[in-house]
C-alpha cells in the first residue's frame, strides 16, 4: 500500500513500511529549509525557571524589526502556527469561511472541527501566501477585494520572497498575518509561530492561548535567528540555487513542473503513486495528495549529493 499522508514528515511510518533507518532515507516531503539555522548555546536558566518577559520582549522586537511590523499592530508569539490555526474559529462571531484549495489542509480542518461551512465568498477569508503546494502568490487586488469580516493571511512559506509580504496590512482592522520560524529557518521542531495583528484581535488570541505558550529556548532561539541577517541573506541566495537545480532536474527526467516556492516543488507525472512508491523503495520520501492522482511535490536536497541520488533515481523510474 503507498504511503499517502495529511501532512510531510512521518518518516517513521516510512521506514515501517519500506525499511532502512533514518541514516538511509532522503526526506523530501516537506518544504522546511533542509540546511536549519545553526542552534546557538542555550543558558541552563532558559530550561530551568518558567519563560520570563524579558526574554519574551527581545523576541517580540526582533521579529517586529524583522518584518517590519507596523507600529499600530500587536504581535503574538505561540508554540507554531498550528497553535495559532487552532484558535482563529474563536476569534470571530462568524460560521462561514472562504479557503481557496488546494491549500495547507489544517485551517479546513480547524474551522470545519467548529462546525464552520467552506464556502467560494464567505465573510471570514484564509489565504496562504504563498501557497502550499502550488507556491501561487495572491494580488493585493485579490487580497482587498475578498476583505469582510477578518482576512487571515498565512505567510509561513513568505520570508524567501520578502518583497511580497502583505505585512503592512497587520495594523488594518480585522486583518491577521501569520508568520513562522519552521520552514525558512529549518526550525519546525521548535514550535514558534506568530500572529501580527491589531491589539483587539492579539488580546483575543492571548486569552485563547494561555500563559507559557512558548517555552523559555525558543525565546532565547528565536530572538537569535530572527536577528541573524547574515544568514537570512546567505540562506535566500542559496535555497533559490537549489530551487531552480531542483526544478531542472524534475524536467529532465519528464515530469512537469507546475510551481513551487525556493522551499519545495510541485511536479505532475503519469501517475504520482507509481513515482512515490519507485522513491520510497529508493528510500526518497516525498510528498503525494489524495485530490490529485498526477502531482507530486519535493522538498529541497541539502546539498549537490543529494539532488544527485533523487537525479540517479528518477532516471531509474
Same mark, same amino acid.
Not at 125 to 135: F, L, S
Not at 248 to 276: K, M, R, V, W, Y
Given at each position: 500500500?503507498?504511503?499517502? *499522508? +495529511?501532512?510531510?514528515? @512521518?518518516?517513521?511510518?516510512?521506514?515501517?513500511?519500506?525499511?532502512?533507518?533514518? /541514516?538511509?532515507?532522503?526526506?523530501?516531503?516537506?518544504?522546511?529549509?533542509?540546511?536549519?539555522?545553526?542552534?546557538?548555546?542555550?543558558?541552563?536558566?532558559?530550561?530551568?525557571? %518558567?519563560? +520570563?518577559? @524579558?526574554?519574551?520582549? $527581545?523576541?517580540?522586537?526582533?521579529? $517586529?524589526?524583522?518584518?517590519?511590523? =507596523?507600529?499600530?499592530?500587536?504581535?503574538?508569539?505561540?508554540?507554531?502556527?498550528?497553535?495559532?490555526? !487552532?484558535?482563529? =474559529?474563536?476569534?470571530? &462571531?462568524?460560521?462561514?469561511?472562504?479557503?481557496?484549495?488546494?491549500?495547507?489542509?489544517?485551517?479546513?480542518? /480547524?474551522?470545519?472541527?467548529?462546525?464552520?461551512? #467552506?464556502?467560494?465568498?464567505?465573510?471570514? *477569508?484564509?489565504?496562504?501566501?504563498?501557497?502550499?503546494?502550488?507556491?501561487?502568490?495572491?494580488?493585493?487586488?485579490?487580497?482587498?477585494?475578498?476583505?469582510?469580516?477578518?482576512?487571515?493571511?498565512?505567510?509561513?512559506?513568505?520570508?524567501?520572497?520578502?518583497?511580497?509580504?502583505?505585512?503592512?496590512?497587520? &495594523?488594518?482592522?480585522?486583518?491577521?498575518? #501569520?508568520?513562522?520560524?519552521?520552514?525558512?529557518? @529549518?526550525?519546525?521542531?521548535?514550535?514558534?509561530?506568530? !500572529?501580527?495583528?491589531?491589539?483587539?484581535?492579539?488580546?483575543?488570541?492571548?486569552?485563547?492561548? @494561555?500563559?507559557?505558550?512558548? /517555552?523559555? =529556548?525558543?525565546?532565547?532561539?528565536? *530572538?537569535?535567528?530572527?536577528?541573524? *541577517?547574515?544568514?537570512?541573506?546567505?540562506?535566500?541566495?542559496?535555497? !533559490?540555487?537549489?530551487?531552480?537545480?531542483?526544478?531542472?532536474?524534475?524536467?529532465?527526467?519528464? #515530469?512537469?513542473?507546475?510551481?513551487?516556492?525556493?522551499?519545495?516543488?510541485?511536479?505532475?507525472?503519469?501517475?504520482?503513486?507509481? %513515482?512515490? &512508491?519507485?522513491?520510497?523503495?529508493?528510500?526518497?520520501?516525498?510528498?503525494?495528495?489524495?485530490?490529485?492522482?498526477?502531482?507530486?511535490?519535493?522538498?529541497?536536497?541539502?546539498?549537490?549529493?543529494?539532488?544527485? $541520488?533523487?537525479? &540517479?533515481?528518477?532516471? $531509474?523510474?
Amino acid at each position: 500500500m503507498t504511503l499517502i *499522508q +495529511d501532512h510531510g514528515g @512521518g518518516l517513521d511510518v516510512a521506514i515501517n513500511q519500506y525499511g532502512g533507518t533514518r /541514516s538511509d532515507w532522503l526526506d523530501l516531503s516537506t518544504g522546511i529549509n533542509p540546511n536549519p539555522y545553526p542552534i546557538p548555546d542555550i543558558p541552563l536558566h532558559y530550561w530551568h525557571v %518558567l519563560p +520570563d518577559e @524579558g526574554p519574551k520582549a $527581545r523576541l517580540l522586537e526582533a521579529a $517586529r524589526k524583522f518584518w517590519n511590523v =507596523p507600529n499600530g499592530a500587536k504581535i503574538v508569539a505561540a508554540s507554531g502556527v498550528s497553535a495559532i490555526i !487552532a484558535q482563529l =474559529p474563536n476569534l470571530v &462571531d462568524e460560521t462561514r469561511v472562504s479557503i481557496i484549495n488546494p491549500t495547507y489542509n489544517e485551517f479546513a480542518a /480547524s474551522f470545519a472541527g467548529r462546525d464552520w461551512s #467552506l464556502q467560494q465568498h464567505a465573510p471570514v *477569508q484564509v489565504r496562504v501566501h504563498p501557497n502550499n503546494p502550488d507556491g501561487r502568490l495572491f494580488s493585493r487586488a485579490e487580497i482587498d477585494n475578498q476583505h469582510d469580516r477578518l482576512t487571515i493571511i498565512d505567510e509561513s512559506f513568505c520570508d524567501i520572497y520578502p518583497e511580497s509580504s502583505f505585512i503592512d496590512l497587520a &495594523d488594518k482592522p480585522d486583518h491577521i498575518i #501569520l508568520k513562522g520560524t519552521g520552514k525558512f529557518w @529549518g526550525l519546525a521542531g521548535l514550535r514558534l509561530g506568530f !500572529a501580527i495583528t491589531t491589539p483587539d484581535l492579539a488580546g483575543k488570541l492571548i486569552q485563547c492561548l @494561555g500563559p507559557w505558550n512558548i /517555552s523559555g =529556548p525558543a525565546q532565547f532561539i528565536g *530572538q537569535k535567528a530572527l536577528s541573524d *541577517q547574515t544568514w537570512v541573506a546567505c540562506t535566500r541566495t542559496e535555497l !533559490a540555487t537549489m530551487a531552480k537545480q531542483l526544478r531542472d532536474i524534475l524536467i529532465q527526467n519528464g #515530469l512537469t513542473a507546475l510551481g513551487g516556492t525556493d522551499l519545495f516543488q510541485l511536479a505532475e507525472t503519469t501517475s504520482a503513486i507509481t %513515482l512515490h &512508491d519507485h522513491l520510497c523503495q529508493n528510500h526518497i520520501l516525498t510528498r503525494i495528495f489524495p485530490y490529485s492522482e498526477k502531482w507530486i511535490r519535493l522538498g529541497l536536497p541539502a546539498n549537490i549529493t543529494e539532488l544527485s $541520488r533523487l537525479n &540517479d533515481a528518477l532516471g $531509474r523510474y
